[in-house]
RNA sequence: GACAAGGUGGCCGAAUUGGUUAAGGCGUCAGUCUGCAAAACUGAUCUUUAUGAGUUCAAAUCUCAUCCUUGUCUCCA
């Protein structure tokens, strides 16, 4: 008996609108792919953000017990800088910049990309599939997209003939616009474009003699359009019709429009049954860019190296406040924010510590059951994480006051509650348990003790001048000083 | 300009297929603890849901108007 049997999901399907329930093409199987980054800078805050809340969903399902194949590409070519046929990617533009190879930058900014994730615990994907190492399959996509109609050639290039598709397929169907629509507002090119209509996207561009990322093709030495790269690689892991498809909501129009139109052009089907679209991330309300500087990078962010933040954050407590709203909002990063997550984060943490610890008793005085209905349920409904995130609040008060004596849970209550907890809390949302009374090294812990116990004294013989001092410098030092009712602990920050 | 998504307490954010007292966190106040604080825990506190109309027995949730924010329309998570 697995979870996923019990536990009904309900996904937001950007293509319906609407919250559908999941049901997966292969009874136990998920087929998931999300957009990756481009690699030619550092990895964008708001591109973690998506691929967080994807990492929560892989999460999920992994754990109702169902076997994901997680497919997130790296883009490391064929980014068209425009339109106007300059004939230079992204990557080679910046690879002239800094007078290295283009490889040597997707390279470079691959590591720093996987190095951000793992600092904030990601789980690596099933497959994690190149542009570049997919050119003959995009190469044969293209082949029958032509094949059926629905692709030309000029000069070398191939493009999409998007007015043919649309004469019997609906290409704004993700999008929700109409060719209509779209041919009155693009804006006028200079005219030198090969392509038969502005709203035409290309499948396979040549390269300029300049060009440094180039491969043979049956048209022209070239290099492969954008849009295709997904096309090709989630349909080659996943199969010409797969379950769930993710990504930024800034990529559904054109990229994900494109997909679609690709895939019915080439495999006559739909690709996708589910689309979820993350929201937007911005900073102190405004949006991240990088022409306005209103930007933080993830590692500015971690390491406090930066002029929006007061100071730095753990990798969990950025989790947690993404976890705290949902995935598909707007969500505004700013330092009230974080500190607030950080200290709800920590409470959590000290709840579940104290879990660890607590005793059974006779009886149950909290249903703990349902509680963990509850918590199924809100994350069945579309990743309600934030929803979840209450539960689990609320067993913390439960904790705290089976610790003080003023709750009980019977022996297999409190296994369930432990349970549940681990599950959610970790396994789930993929936080850390870094505990605050994170006591440094044993050195330190052994100086502080010691003072610990010159305070003791003081105390005792009511010398609360020398006492306070204590207390006061080590606080200056960042040692703070906890006295409870079993003695006095310390925890620094 | 066109299309799309939104505007909820001091702050962050749920609920938006209309229906019990609009989750939860942070903050604030009080209590417990303490020599006093801090921390921790417990309890309490605030909104009537951008604005103005309308539909309904009933609206944050539906309709219309206005203002504002954001996304897409050219590469972008």
Same mark, same amino acid.
């Given at each position: ?14 293509l319906?609108?609407?919250k559908?329930?999941f049901?997966p093409?292969?009874?136990g ?25 994807f ?28 339109d106007?046929?300059?004939?230079e990617?992204?990557?080679t ?18 590591v ?6 793992k ?5 690596p ?47 704004g ?9 779209l ?19 290309a499948l ?6 300049q ?16 849009h ?13 019709n ?7 909501m800034?990529l ?8 679609i139109a690709?895939s ?21 309300g ?14 500015e962010l ?33 330092d009230?924010?974080?500190l607030?997550?950080?200290? /709800?984060?920590?409470? &959590?943490?000290? @709840?579940?510590?104290v #879990?660890e =610890? $607590? ?7 909290? +249903? ?5 209905r ?21 067993a ?14 019977a ?28 006591? /440094?090294?044993?050195? &330190?812990?052994? @100086?502080?003790?010691? #003072?610990? =116990? $010159?305070?003791?004294?003081?105390r005792?013989?009511? +010398? ?11 606080a ?10 079993d003695?006095?602990?310390f925890?620094?920050?």
């Amino acid at each position: 008996m697995h979870l996923y049997e019990e536990q009904k999901i309900q996904i937001y399907n950007t293509l319906s609108g609407k919250k559908e329930v999941f049901k997966p093409i292969q009874d136990g199987y998920v087929g998931m792919y999300v957009c990756g980054p481009t690699v030619y800078s550092n990895v964008h805050l708001g591109n973690v953000r998506t691929f967080m809340s994807f990492d929560m969903v892989f999460r999920y399902l992994k754990h109702l017990g169902y076997k994901v194949r997680y497919v997130r590409n790296i883009t490391d070519a064929g980014h068209l800088e425009n339109d106007a046929d300059v004939g230079e990617d992204k990557i080679t533009k910046k690879a002239r910049l800094e007078q290295i190879e283009p490889m040597e930058v997707v390279q470079r900014y691959t590591v720093d990309f996987h190095n951000i994730l793992k600092t904030l615990n990601f789980l690596p994907p099933s497959i994690e599939p190149t542009a570049t190492g997919h050119i003959i399959e995009q190469i044969e996509l293209i082949k029958m997209i032509i094949d059926n109609g629905f692709a030309y050639e000029v000069n070398g290039s191939v493009y999409f003939d998007v007015h043919k598709f649309n004469e019997n397929h609906d290409y704004g169907i993700l999008s929700k616009r109409n060719l209509e629509d779209l041919i009155h507002n693009t804006r006028a090119l200079d005219g030198q474009s090969d392509k038969k209509n502005p709203q035409d996207f290309a499948l396979w561009k040549r390269a300029e003699p300049q060009h440094i990322m180039r491969w043979p093709s049956p048209w022209s030495d070239g290099f492969p359009g954008w849009h295709l790269e997904c096309t090709a690689m989630s349909t080659k892991y996943l199969g010409d019709n797969f379950d769930i498809h993710g990504g930024g909501m800034d990529l559904k129009f054109p990229h994900h429009e494109c997909e679609i139109a690709q895939s019915e052009a080439a495999k006559k089907q739909a690709p996708v049954n589910y689309w979820m679209h993350a929201n937007m991330l911005h900073l102190n309300g405004q949006r991240m860019s990088k022409s306005t500087g209103n930007v933080v990078n993830p590692n500015e962010l971690l390491s406090g190296e930066n002029t929006f933040f007061s100071k730095a954050f753990a990798p969990s407590v950025i989790r947690f406040f993404n976890a705290q709203s949902s995935y598909r909002s707007v969500l505004d990063l700013t330092d009230d924010g974080l500190l607030a997550s950080e200290k /709800g984060f920590f409470r &959590l943490m000290d @709840a579940i510590n104290v #879990l660890e =610890e $607590l005793k059974a008793g006779d009886s149950s005085t909290f +249903d703990v059951s349902e509680w963990r209905r509850k918590c199924y349920d809100a994350m069945n409904d579309d990743f309600n994480s934030p929803i979840l995130i209450a539960h689990l609040f609320e067993a913390a008060k439960q904790i705290n006051q089976i610790k003080d004596g003023n709750a009980s849970l019977a022996p297999k209550d409190l296994e369930l509650l432990k349970k549940t907890m681990n599950d959610f809390t970790f396994d789930v949302l993929g936080l850390v348990n870094v505990s605050k009374a994170d006591t /440094g090294t044993d050195k &330190l812990a052994g @100086a502080v003790e010691l #003072l610990i =116990e $010159l305070r003791q004294q003081a105390r005792a013989n009511k +010398d609360f001048a020398l006492s306070d001092k204590i207390r006061d410098d080590l606080a200056a030092k960042g040692i703070q000083l906890n006295d409870g009712k079993d003695g006095t602990t310390f925890t620094t920050n």
